[in-house]
């Protein structure tokens, strides 16, 4: 039907139902001023390193926050505080007075900085001061809004403006100074007072800490000159963006495009049209250091819309994800400009989360999956550097025994098989190894070489010696570069036909319960050690069996059968006295 259109009347309760919604604490609400500030310099064309901006921290007589204030060199005029300041809900606000039409700004619509200074402070008012005029604008302690009286438009030196607002003392940059008094630039100080207490802010220190944190300020802290006063305070001294170090083999930044287009439950949602021809990119970093207590906020995937920051997640906030322990280490950003398409908005008016819609939820799965595969390859490398590590202590343990083994087979083969040996092997030589010449078994005692007749004789090993699989290198492959592998499907003592000649043998470190126990604990836990020894355990039992069967033309069951109890009892007696430490104590030092 034809009507006569009216301007919406809009009862101001509804700013409080509204401005509940945003949960301000002080570090979001001066995040929000500083974007402000920062949208103020680029309407000017302003370069980043000269877009000055301070936060000054006054104290009341109880180390509480009595004042807050955000500063910058810029200013408004009557037109603007009325075009823009004055209005909520203006999605265009943030440009209004700018140079260059299509100008893009970091705020959204129009509303964060103002339901900050209406909802979290008794008063609060902007202090501005451009073209030789000065207005101060703000909100009463009914929450309503407005000029202060004599202060619409007055015409004041900077000088006065400068001490009415507070900072005429302040030592400024030499730039700055000059492009105040010779008119170039103005200012505005943005004063919230005696502001109700919020979780975590209610002091300075707790304040500046979460602001630097926090994702719509951390960005603006590490690239432009934004600095910090205290009480009477005068030099400002800049705030800086913590720095991480990466994970190590994770140094460089991960880029991954965002496809054209993505699947949420078999619906293809689109992330390019005519407007937006370039879908985004997600770039994931890694953090030497898990990203907790401190640094939990940072453990974060902040999305972009088309300049800032237009909502933020805690990677567990993305979903249920593998691999939690790595997720505790990354960290990053994900540009998507059409999120901020007006056809199908994905910004919520505070800019803390996306709204929830189909490109929204179909682009939060697509990072979890992205930031569940980097996990995977962190976990992955993580694992094998475990491996190689517990492989380099087990080979540190397998010298040890190699050590007790020698000298335990060199006591007890002297009181089994002495007298027995066959020719050319001394009573009290054990004749370790299976014939044959090779390299000496490990410790002092491994090596028997000699001359005989003034020529130099190779000697059979007086003992076996033991090697780790996927740590120790083939002494018979004089050109391997790398370690000797054993297959999981060989046996857990294994031993190649030279081995057996060269008196050699290979634990097993690719077995399935090897792995399993270095997997749940480590090559210094006591079950380890134990497995170890176990094996150690079974190589004496061959060498005495086999040692038995070259001395006796004919071998029983029971013979064989009284051989392994009897060895078999002399290790664990000697294990006894001598590797209490090494079985029993939950940490044994490797040397």
């Known amino acids: 039907m034809p009507i006569k259109v009216q301007p919406f009347v809009i009862d101001e309760a509804v700013l409080d139902l509204i401005g509940n919604e945003f949960k301000f604490d002080h570090a979001k609400g001066l995040a929000e001023w500083l974007k402000n500030s920062c949208d103020a310099y680029l309407r000017e064309k302003t370069p980043d390193d000269q877009q000055f901006m301070v936060v000054r921290l006054a104290e009341d007589g109880h180390q509480q926050l009595g004042r807050i204030e955000c500063i910058d060199f810029v200013g408004m005029s009557k037109s603007q505080i009325d075009d823009a300041f004055k209005r909520f809900f203006d999605p265009q606000a943030a440009k209004k007075g700018a140079k260059e039409a299509q100008i893009k700004t970091l705020g959204g619509h129009g509303n964060g900085g103002k339901f900050y200074m209406r909802q979290m402070f008794k008063t609060s008012r902007a202090i501005t001061y451009r073209d030789g005029k000065m207005n101060i604008f703000g909100f009463n302690a009914k929450r309503q809004y407005g000029f202060e009286e004599g202060f619409e438009d007055r015409k004041t030196s900077l000088n006065e403006a400068m001490k009415k607002a507070g900072i005429d003392k302040l ?3 030499v730039g700055i100074k000059k492009a105040l008094e010779e008119g170039e630039a103005g200012f505005t100080v943005v004063v919230g007072e005696h502001p109700h207490k919020a979780k975590g802010t209610a002091n300075r220190n707790g304040l500046v800490e979460k602001l630097i944190m926090h994702p719509q300020a951390r960005r603006l802290i590490a690239r432009l000159p934004i600095s910090l006063l205290l009480n009477n305070e005068m030099n400002p001294v800049r705030l800086a963006a913590p720095k991480l170090s990466p994970k190590e083999g994770f140094e460089d930044s991960i880029i991954i495009e965002v496809p054209d287009k993505l ?17 985004g990119r997600l770039v994931l970093k890694t953090s030497g250091e898990p990203l907790r207590g401190n640094l939990m906020t940072l453990n974060t995937i902040d999305f972009i819309g088309e300049v800032g920051v237009i909502g933020s997640y805690r990677i567990h906030e993305l979903g249920p994800t593998r691999f939690s322990g790595q997720v505790e280490f990354i960290y990053g950003e994900c540009e998507c400009p059409i999120l901020e398409d007006p056809d199908y908005d994905s910004v919520r008016n505070d800019r803390q989360k996306l709204l929830e ?11 979890r999956a992205q930031v569940e595969a980097l996990a995977e ?13 517990d492989l380099k202590n087990t080979s540190a343990l397998n010298e040890l025994l190699n050590r007790w083994k020698n000298r335990f087979m060199g006591q007890v083969w002297a009181e089994m098989f002495a007298g027995k040996g066959p020719s050319g092997i001394a009573g009290t030589d054990p004749g370790g190894g299976r014939g ?22 190779k000697r059979k090993p007086r003992f076996p010696q033991v090697l780790v699989s996927g740590q120790d290198h083939d002494p018979l492959d004089p050109l391997a570069t790398e370690p000797f592998h054993c297959d999981p499907r060989h046996p857990a003592i294994y031993q190649r036909p030279k081995d057996v000649e060269a008196g050699i043998y290979w634990i097993n470190t690719a077995r399935p319960l090897s792995e399993k126990i270095l997997s749940a604990y480590s090559a210094d836990s006591p079950r380890w050690r134990e497995y170890l020894f176990q094996r150690y355990v079974d190589i004496i039992v061959k060498e005495a069996i086999y040692q038995t069967g070259k001395m006796e033309t004919s071998l029983t069951p029971d013979m064989v059968s009284a051989r392994i109890d009897d060895v078999v009892t002399r290790v664990h007696d000697q294990a006894a006295q001598d590797l209490d430490s090494f079985l029993f104590q939950e940490t044994f030092g490797i040397k």
């Open 377 to 389: 390859r962190m976990e992955t490398k993580q694992v094998q550097e475990k491996k190689q590590q």
């Open 171 to 173: 030592k400024l940059p």
């Open 436 to 457: 044959g010449s090779g390299e000496g078994g490990a410790g002092e005692e491994a090596n028997g070489g000699g001359t005989e007749g003034g020529s130099e004789k």
């Open 357 to 367: 819609n189909d490109r929204s939820e179909a682009l939060l799965a697509w990072v």
């Open 263 to 279: 699947d949420l439950e078999g619906k293809a949602v689109q992330f390019k049209n005519k407007k937006y021809s370039w879908p």
